[in-house]
């Protein structure tokens, strides 16, 4: 069955033995994980499919070895997907009890094998998890600065969802760093900010894709020749580009209303920064609503292609990277 992710409750945890938790946000994920476990307390194991499907005898023997001091077992498959439908299928007809497993999967699409079970089946608990946007991150922000108590600007708040790329657990990490820095201090000025949240890894990847969209290829190679990019970084990379070709086709959209660019930069939420306007005003200038709409297929598509392809995931990034700054302007 399916049920929204702010409905996993007390109840839903008690009687629900197979949990399958898919989408892309998965620093909401680890919550609910984290809240499941807290809630058990029970002795938890953690396996990535490509383990269980690697040596699923060992696997196996989690599942059925019991001990006389465990109640009960949580079992945490990492990086799923349908592959692991077959073993899970084995486990529900072995009827094991005092044991839940959490299926932890990224983006599960209707065809999938997986998701259609624990959809349909009544038994089964399969809980989607999209994307945060502005307004959700900024409610997880206003109820941190509440908890600690801590007061800081409105532009401060603009540029801590800014920065956080659309991902909650950039966002607690950067709060995080805010608390500390305010354990001696009782105000934070903007540029404290700016520095104190400005990572130089974030950094780049944010000004890598910015250079890529403006098509600005001089700057761009300068970028890649000075940052030692790696496979493990690609993800990320990714996903910024997915998040600022959102924002450019909403803008692009606005322009074409409005015929009005500065309104639609000035208008725009969250707000963007004054440092940030050129280059977004040469993005817009640069592509159609048309090539914005087939330029996110291509990442959905990239992405997908990075994720099969690990070992040589970062230069078919690459590749995608330099391939948009050759297409033709709209």
């Keep these: 069955m399916i049920i929204k992710n702010y409905e996993i409750n007390d109840a839903i945890i008690k009687k629900s033995q197979f949990i399958l938790l898919y ?36 696997f196996y023997e989690t599942v059925l070895t019991r001990s006389f001091f465990e109640n009960e077992k949580i079992i945490i498959i990492k990086k799923s997907s349908d592959k692991i439908k077959k073993i899970i299928d084995e486990i529900i007809e072995k009827k094991i009890e005092e044991i839940m497993i959490i299926i932890d999967a990224e983006e599960l699409t209707k065809k999938s094998k997986l998701r259609n079970m624990f959809e349909k089946e009544t038994k089964l608990v399969c809980v989607p ?26 532009e401060i708040v603009n540029l801590l969802i800014e920065r956080s790329n659309g991902s909650r657990e950039h966002l607690k990490k950067e709060l995080e760093k805010i608390e500390s820095f305010l354990l001696n201090k009782k105000t934070l000025s903007f540029e404290e900010a700016q520095q104190l949240t400005n990572l ?45 070709a959102k924002r450019l086709y909403k803008l692009k959209k606005n322009c074409q209303q409005n015929n009005n660019v ?69």
């Design 262 to 330: 500065e309104k639609a930069i000035s208008e725009f939420k969250p707000p963007i920064f004054w440092k940030d306007r050129d280059i977004i005003k040469q993005q817009i200038k640069n592509w159609s609503e048309e090539k914005i709409q087939i330029l996110l297929s291509e990442i959905n598509d990239t992405e997908l292609l990075l994720k099969k392809n690990f070992a040589n995931s970062l230069n078919i990034l690459l590749d995608f990277i330099f391939s948009q700054t050759e297409k033709v302007n709209n």
């Design 129 to 154: 998890f999209y994307s945060d946007n502005s307004k959700s991150l900024n409610i997880i922000l206003m109820n941190f600065l509440k908890e600690k108590k801590i007061s800081i600007s409105r």
């Design 23 to 58: 989408g892309d946000n998965q620093g909401y994920k680890n919550e609910i994980i984290q809240k499941i476990c807290e809630k058990k307390k029970s002795q938890k194991f953690s396996y990535y499919e490509t383990e269980i499907l690697n040596n699923p005898n060992n």
């Design 200 to 244: 130089s890894i974030n950094y780049h990847f944010s000004e890598l894709v910015d250079h890529c969209l403006a098509k600005n290829k001089i700057k761009l190679n300068k970028i890649i020749n000075e940052n030692n990019f790696s496979n493990e970084d690609v993800i990320a990379i990714i996903r910024v580009f997915l998040t600022k």
